[in-house]
């Protein structure tokens, strides 16, 4: 009885101790990013740290608007990008922004086919009927992109999915269960081989411009600023360009 | 009967009841209770609702239809093949849903080894609201056969051997006497697998996709609508939050309809002679 | 033949037996724990098959080579030390559920269920829940749901173990009338001694998964010869060989009793003795008795009203019955050496 109840004990302990033991005298730097930039920023981060010997930055991707809703319920965060300027500015009007943000990429929406396009994909256009075609729903950012999109060209889409996050829709590519799909250029560039991309004529038309601002109270500001200045260098730059990214 | 705990289970048990009640209370305290009537008129989250609706009726029979069945088969093998069936009949639960939704792609996807069979037969399942209805059982038998495998472990297979003995066959004994036996865990199992279907995101965003009508369903429809406006989610989430509530509690009005067993059944063996 | 024919071989269980009980006979099936009874009604009711042999019910093979009928159509009834009705049906429906198993029609089961309950005195039973019964009335109405299914044959399997004294005595005499009128094989498997004298007509005794004993109730415990069957009665049964016309040597005692033929000197024989029969003395008693023994007290255990005292003597062990006063009288304990006397007319001798 008394081991049983010294092992629930050390049990409780350990998890706390787990959960929570992440806390240590370096110092932190907390970036809340949207899913899409996961390649580019732990690059940065990378890099980040390498300059600031004694620095660790520490990385939360999830969709912008959930990201949002953390900061809005009061999550601890220096710097924070958006996949959106919508979403950029429900943080500014929640007063968790300190400054002015800046737009540090843009990107544009390409046609997605599994290798070998098995559905004999040319376009957005006729060879699309019968077909199935994924995109994002209008409620995230590369859904009212490519609404925006087809209004624009005058053409009519007919999706079987409209998927919440991009990476739902570039799954069911690559997993071959749909003929095409619309995602940005560099979901498609960051899914390497396993798609295959058709440039849309005029995809420009609707650019996507990615945001990036300091956290209002940010815990460690002047790190905050010197990443934002990383992310906006020319060397930034270039690590964006390689990623699909067009830089302002 | 009343049991007393000691006082330190008492206070672990308020401390698990705050971690699960506080998150629930906030989240009701949060839902713009004043426009949840507006927001349920909406086509999209009209749409959803009875969606799920369907969905979940649908993969709810089909868990029993099967899954009963299943747990049957299960509870009477013995010996390895037992063990291995019992572990294959229940990873589903505690595997991420994402994961087994990309379980299904791969097979009941047009490339998968099933899914390529039914294509040639002109039969494809994803983007449909079948792929709905297969997400969710997937995810929603086990705990049927889960809680129905237990109940039948612990079932005295002495009265189905008398059963036996009184002239009726395996179908009869199975029933009249078997599942009656069974009802009380059917019940609670069926409300587990009910519930867990009107809850599925993961599989069902993984493997079905997300169109409205077709296979947005209410967590769906909830985990868009939070990328626009939260308010909107949140009256969503309480809506599926009393149906949950609903279901579970009705499960338990229909387990209780039956009579406290108070009996004190000698405890000795009975197969024909425990001993001798 | 039109009884129950039991002749098999389980190896599994170390059971060897060949039994044929005619149409009409209880035959009590008795032995120690682990002789093999339950493994032979286990493959009367078709859960554990024979490896060799067969089972035949009315010239019915039931077990065969080649042949292996289902449970539900062996046509075995079987009534267990548990009454296991079915909890979630009324009484009516249990007894109903066992005639409707042969084919009988809704109605007509309900009626032939009401007349069973009527026969062992449960008729206003019919719409209680078994929850709501007493051990006692629920084993009646396991009996009536037992006939009610027209069994071509009855196992009763301790059906009186788990009910009280007054309760058994009840259902023991309507399963004696029961049994009487249903004019089929019956196989009782029971530890009780009342149950032999009020049920059965015949007695097996199985040891070691063999017959070691068969005959008439009355015979086979007039005149025991088995310690199993000796101890059933509570009596003390002495082995050993006659060193006298009426006289028996068991170990180092020698045992002057009465033999109703003289025996012949050195053939094998018994000596039962009823342990009231046995007095004890703390000093060598003066006097008649030609049986005096010197003895150890080893157990004092208390029996019933009175009291019983586990001996040893000559290297036998002897059981004696006591009242609590004499026992209190004499200050007898373990360990006490003592003197047990018993008069020759209170010993029999016979051959083994």
Redesign the interface.
């Given at each position: 009885m008394r081991r049983l109840r010294l092992a629930l004990a050390a049990l409780v302990v350990g998890a706390l101790v787990l959960a929570g033991c992440t806390g240590t005298s370096e110092r932190r730097l907390t970036v809340f990013a949207a899913a899409s930039l996961t390649k580019v920023f732990t690059a940065f981060g990378d890099q980040f740290e390498s300059d600031h010997p004694g620095v660790t930055v520490a990385f939360t991707f999830d969709?912008s608007?959930?990201l949002v809703?953390q900061l809005r319920g009061g999550a601890k965060a220096d710097v924070f990008a958006s996949a959106d300027e919508a979403n950029m500015t429900k943080a500014v009007d929640a007063g968790r922004t300190a400054g002015e943000p800046e737009v540090f990429a843009r990107n544009v929406l390409t046609l997605v086919v599994p290798p070998g396009n098995p559905g004999e994909v040319t376009g957005l256009d006729d060879s699309l009927n019968g077909r199935?075609l994924?995109v994002c729903?209008a409620?995230?950012p590369c859904g009212a992109a490519t609404s925006a999109l087809a209004e624009k060209l005058g053409v009519r889409l007919k999706?079987?999915?409209?998927?919440?996050?991009v990476t739902?829709a570039l799954?069911?590519v690559t997993?071959?269960?749909?003929d095409a799909g619309i995602v940005y250029v560099t979901d498609a560039a960051g899914a390497g081989d396993a798609v295959e991309s058709i440039e849309i004529p005029g995809a420009d038309q609707v650019v996507n411009n990615y945001p990036i601002v300091q956290v209002e109270g940010a815990p460690e500001p002047q790190l905050a600023a010197d990443f934002i200045a990383l992310v906006r260098s020319e060397q930034g730059r270039t690590v964006l360009t390689g990623a699909g990214f067009r830089t302002p | 009967m009343t049991r007393t705990v000691p006082g330190w289970v008492a206070a672990l048990a308020s401390v698990g009841a705050l971690l699960i009640g506080l998150p629930l209370i906030g989240l009701l305290l949060r839902v713009p209770w004043v426009r949840v009537p507006a927001l349920l008129t909406e086509p999209a989250a009209r749409d959803a609702l009875w969606l799920s609706l369907r969905t979940c009726l649908a993969s709810t029979v089909l868990s029993v239809l099967l899954g009963l069945p299943l747990a049957l088969v299960l509870a009477r093998l013995r010996g390895p093949w037992a063990a291995l069936g019992r572990v294959v009949a229940t990873v589903p639960m505690v595997l991420p849903p994402v994961v087994g939704g990309l379980a299904l792609l791969v097979t009941l996807g047009r490339r998968g080894p099933v899914g390529r069979l039914l294509s040639l037969g002109g039969v494809e399942i994803g983007f449909t609201t079948a792929a709905v209805v297969i997400a969710q059982a997937f995810v929603a038998m086990p705990f049927l056969v889960v809680a129905v495998e237990g109940a039948l472990r612990s079932l005295d297979a002495d009265a189905e051997l008398m059963a036996a003995t009184l002239g009726a066959g395996p179908s009869r004994v199975l029933w009249r006497i078997t599942l009656p036996s069974l009802l009380p865990a059917i019940v609670s199992g069926t409300s587990l697998a009910a519930a867990r279907s009107l809850g599925e995101f993961g599989a069902t965003v993984t493997f079905a996709g997300s169109l409205q009508g077709v296979t947005r369903t209410l967590p769906l429809e909830i985990y868009l609508q939070r990328e626009v406006d939260t308010d909107t989610a949140l009256a969503l989430a309480a809506v599926l939050l009393v149906l949950a509530a609903l279901l579970v509690l009705g499960t338990g009005l229909l387990g209780r309809r039956r009579p406290a067993r108070v009996r004190a059944t000698a405890s000795a063996a009975t197969t024909p002679g425990g001993a001798g | 033949m039109t009884g129950l024919l039991i002749d098999i071989d389980l190896p599994g269980r170390g059971v060897r037996i060949e039994l044929a009980v005619p149409a009409g006979q209880t035959c009590a099936l008795i032995g120690p724990n682990g002789a093999g009874k339950s493994s032979v009604l286990e493959a009367v009711i078709g859960v554990l098959p024979p490896a060799s042999g067969r089972i035949e019910l009315a010239g019915r093979a039931l077990d065969a080579p080649g042949v292996r009928v289902p449970v539900h159509r062996r046509r075995i009834g079987w009534l267990a030390q548990r009454p296991l009705l079915f909890e979630h049906m009324d009484v009516a429906a249990n007894v109903a559920f066992g005639s409707q198993g042969h084919g009988r029609g809704r109605a007509a089961a309900r009626r032939r269920a009401a007349s069973e309950l009527e026969r062992v005195g449960a008729a206003e039973l019919a719409d209680r829940l078994p929850w709501q019964l007493s051990g006692g009335q629920a084993q009646r109405v396991a009996i009536a749901r037992a006939l009610a299914s027209d069994p071509g044959a009855l196992l009763l399997d301790e059906p009186l173990a788990t009910i009280d004294v007054q309760g058994a005595a009840e259902i023991r005499q309507v399963l004696a009338e029961r049994l009487q009128q249903a004019g089929r094989p019956a196989l009782l498997v029971t530890h009780d001694l009342v149950d032999l004298w009020r049920l059965a007509d015949r007695v097996v005794v199985l040891e070691r998964g063999r017959v070691v004993a068969d005959g008439a109730v009355a015979d086979v415990l007039r005149r025991p010869r088995h310690q199993f069957l000796a101890s059933l009665g509570g009596r003390n049964l002495l082995a050993g060989r006659a060193v006298d016309a009426e006289a028996l040597r068991a170990g180092d005692l020698v045992v002057q009793g009465l033999a109703a033929a003289p025996l012949r000197v050195g053939t094998a024989t018994l000596g039962l003795i009823d342990p009231a029969a046995i007095a004890v003395h703390l000093r060598h008693p003066e006097g008649s008795p030609r049986n005096v023994w010197p003895a150890v007290v080893r157990v004092v255990e208390r029996r019933g009203d009175g009291v019983r005292l586990g001996c040893l003597a000559g290297g036998q062990t002897l059981a004696v019955d006591l009242t609590l006063a004499a026992v209190a009288e004499l200050g007898l304990v373990p360990g006490l050496e003592v003197f047990l006397s018993v008069k020759a007319s209170q010993v029999q001798l016979y051959p083994r």
């Open positions: 969709g608007s959930g809703d199935k994924v729903a409620q995230v999706p079987v999915s409209e998927e919440s996050k739902d799954g069911k997993a071959g269960e749909a | - | -």
